[in-house]
């Protein structure tokens, strides 16, 4: 006789979005990423103790002791997906709905029957690609106990279910909408509650060419608090065109032609253009023209789709004004996909004229035509002709974006093999030195060998790069960011940097690096106002906001550093001094229990290690000071010899210090930029090594007369 035991209990009920229509188009993709989803899902259950009843196909039906663990597993779960699905294309993404009720269930021969079950079932059908449902009486349950917002959806009638129900939608903290962690108050510190996760293929943005150690490495996909200035009648914004292919995977050609598009614009003398990060926090939202114009504070807006079909593309393109969604201007354009590139020649020099038109009120004459088809001819320089080639700088372009170790590696492969097929091709060998970059940055695959393979890699990319376009804004970024962060050739890196700018003045990432250079040369107050200047440009950069606080608490400017990193977590928890940035801070600050306790949820290793060891040191507490500096030597010397030099420069252990120092040196560590004025190394100041070191990096004042 089957036995049978009633309880209440909290159920979850899980389901893939799309999964059915996946399998019939391709079997083999559906099967893995169903293996991929068991898999993932399987390991988050435990954490929260959640007991895996049965899978259903594509669907898990869990028990949870508490409505709260039922809930925390489901946000748990939602955060992790919406990270993996940073790195794929989207005919890879994996979403989830996920539905939660609490009620009486009845076990009976391992499986689980009752109201609890079927509600469950039902409420997850309502839930959205993406999202958590729940029913009041989880709702009631755990409205004061978790860190998240409820969304009521009304009454719903449940099929088969008597009785009408309140449901709630959780408000999950990347979304849009989502309070930020400040705005929360909780016993806990905010920087302990993900207030964002990298929202797919948004992210992070524009350059990411930050200094791997004492400078941040961070994404963006929030939407941009909105201007309060009337914005500039000569100013657009390029929104990612959509891609309406049938091959879901051709995301990156859409995004390409839109991005491109938008670097051109960006280049024309008078034009003000949205930075690429702004614009496409906009991806995939069907918000109204009004708000976009005013959140990205511009007069006009290029839209517009991409069908791409064997060899033949069709690109529909259309240019709005932004205060009433008048169209202004809209054209259709079918060509053979070799012909794509006199398709974005020709959108760039049509929407250059309509909007000078509008500010003329007259139509262009024959020479105003002319000058704009040399300004845009100028802006193109240093692409191809090659279709194939085109295609893979596209991809390259598309990984890149998304700003992580494996996305880093996709998209040089993809730009090895764009510069394979054309080998003049100025723009791919920029992408190849970018991404050589990154990884000698921030990658630690390889120690000290893999850092000096990826910096030789950039160093010839960036010289073939330049020979071809000599006046290219990415090559001559790429130079610089060597010649600042590697080579500490500060006088080179500033004609460098000046050049890039003349050339691209509205480019974020070069206002960046401008702001880096001042920081090495020790002009901290110059270089705070080009990283405002570089979020002014870019208001969703979390690489410029991020720079932007760091150096805020590295001035001692408490009030607004505090102030900027909730923004910073907001856009990208997950980047390294996201938390400890704010740890820092705290640490300037004396407030050496709070500085630990922020520290401890970033991501960086090198960097949550190094405000732990010296809080706990300054707080008399020497074991867990050694031993978190025991880690970050054991795991990190061949990438985080500065770090390491700066604990025990704040120990005041001044000779192991300047021993770190100097390895940090020969190991061109990209931290040392930081030199003059980290606030960390100031117990070293009084000793005569100091300024002897400072002369042999080249950073006393009369060596950069």
């Known amino acids: 006789m089957p036995t049978e035991e009633r309880k209440l209990a909290a159920i979850m009920f899980t389901d893939m979005v799309g999964y059915s229509a996946l399998a019939q188009r391709d079997d083999k993709v559906a099967l893995e990423l169903l293996e991929e989803h068991r898999r993932l899902l399987r390991a988050i259950f435990p954490q929260f103790h959640g007991t895996e009843i049965k899978t259903i196909g594509d669907a898990f039906l869990v028990e949870f002791g508490s409505a709260l663990e039922a809930a925390q597993c489901a946000i748990e779960i939602q955060r992790t997906l919406a990270k993996r699905n940073h790195d794929v294309t989207s005919n890879r993404r994996m979403e989830l709905k996920i539905g939660i009720h609490i009620g009486d269930v009845v076990h009976r021969d391992g499986d689980v029957y009752g109201d609890g079950v079927n509600i469950a079932s039902r409420i997850e059908q309502l839930a959205g690609a993406g999202g958590i449902c729940v029913s009041m009486d989880v709702e009631r349950q755990i409205r004061n106990a978790l860190e998240a917002r409820f969304e009521k959806f009304g009454s719903a009638d449940l099929k088969n279910i008597k009785l009408r129900m309140d449901l709630f939608r959780i408000i999950l903290p990347w979304e849009k909408g989502a309070e930020s962690p400040a705005k929360r108050t909780s016993k806990k510190s905010p920087l302990l509650v993900p207030a964002a996760i990298l929202v797919i293929l948004a992210l992070l943005a524009g350059w990411w060419w930050m200094q791997r150690k004492n400078q941040p490495s961070v994404g963006a996909h929030a939407v941009p608090a909105a201007p309060t200035n009337t914005p500039d009648q000569k100013s657009v914004a390029v929104l990612p065109f959509v891609n309406l292919s049938d091959d879901k995977g051709s995301e990156y050609f859409s995004d390409g032609v839109s991005e491109e598009l938008l670097t051109v614009l960006q280049k024309i003398p008078g034009m003000h253009v949205a930075a ?57 354009f079918t060509r053979d996909l070799k012909d794509v590139f006199a398709v974005q020649t020709e959108l760039a020099e049509t929407i250059v004229a309509q909007v000078r038109d509008r500010l003329t009120g007259s139509a262009a004459d024959s020479a105003d035509k002319q000058k704009i088809q040399a300004e845009v001819q100028a802006a193109e320089k240093g692409g191809t002709k090659n279709v194939e080639a085109h295609e893979f700088y596209l991809q390259g372009r598309f990984y890149e974006n998304r700003h992580s170790e494996k996305s880093a590696r996709e998209a040089l492969a993809a730009y090895q093999h764009a510069v394979a097929l054309d080998h003049g091709f100025a723009l791919a060998w920029a992408g190849v030195a970018q991404t050589n970059l990154w990884l000698a940055a921030f990658s630690t695959e390889g120690g000290q060998k893999g850092f000096d393979a990826h910096l030789a890699s950039a160093r010839d990319a960036v010289a073939r790069a330049l020979s071809i376009e000599p006046d290219l804004p990415n090559g001559l970024l790429a130079r ?50 080009l990283y405002r200047k570089a979020v002014e440009l870019d208001p969703v950069s979390a690489q410029a906001r991020t720079f932007l606080a760091f150096n805020l608490a590295a001035t001692k400017r408490f009030a607004e550093a505090r102030a900027e990193f909730p923004r910073v977590v907001e856009l990208n928890p997950a980047t390294p001094w996201a938390h400890a940035g704010l740890g820092l801070s705290y640490l300037l600050e004396n407030k050496f229990e709070e500085a630990a306790t922020a520290a401890q949820a970033d991501e960086g290793e090198w960097c949550r290690l190094l405000i732990v060891s010296c809080a706990r040191w300054a707080q008399n507490r020497v074991t867990e000071s050694d031993a978190a500096l025991a880690q ?70 009369d060596q950069f007369k």
Do not use: C
Request: hydrophobic residues 40%; proline residues 4%.
């Open 480 to 529: 610089a960011t060597i010649e600042t962060n590697f080579d500490f050739k500060w006088n080179a890196a500033a004609q460098t940097v000046s050049k890039a700018l003349a050339l691209a003045p509205a480019d974020p990432n070069i206002v960046i690096a401008a702001a880096n250079l001042e920081i090495a040369r020790g002009n901290m107050d110059r270089a705070i106002e």
């Open 632 to 701: 970050l030597t054991a795991n990190e010397s061949e990438t985080a010899a500065y770090q390491i030099a700066e604990v025990y420069a704040y120990r005041g252990e001044k000779d192991r210090a300047f021993e770190w120092l100097e390895r940090a040196r020969r190991q061109r560590d990209p931290g040392l930029p930081s030199l003059r004025k980290d606030p960390l190394l100031t117990n070293l100041h009084g000793d005569p090594r100091w300024n002897a070191f400072l002369r042999t990096m080249g950073l006393v004042d």
């Open 276 to 332: 690429r990060t702004s614009a496409f926090s906009f991806k995939g939202k069907n918000a109204p023209a009004q708000e976009i114009g005013q959140k990205l504070g511009v007069a006009h807006l290029v839209e517009g789709s991409v069908r791409k079909a064997g060899d033949t593309v069709r690109i529909a393109a259309r240019l709005t004004r932004a205060e009433t969604g008048e169209e202004l201007w809209s054209e259709n």
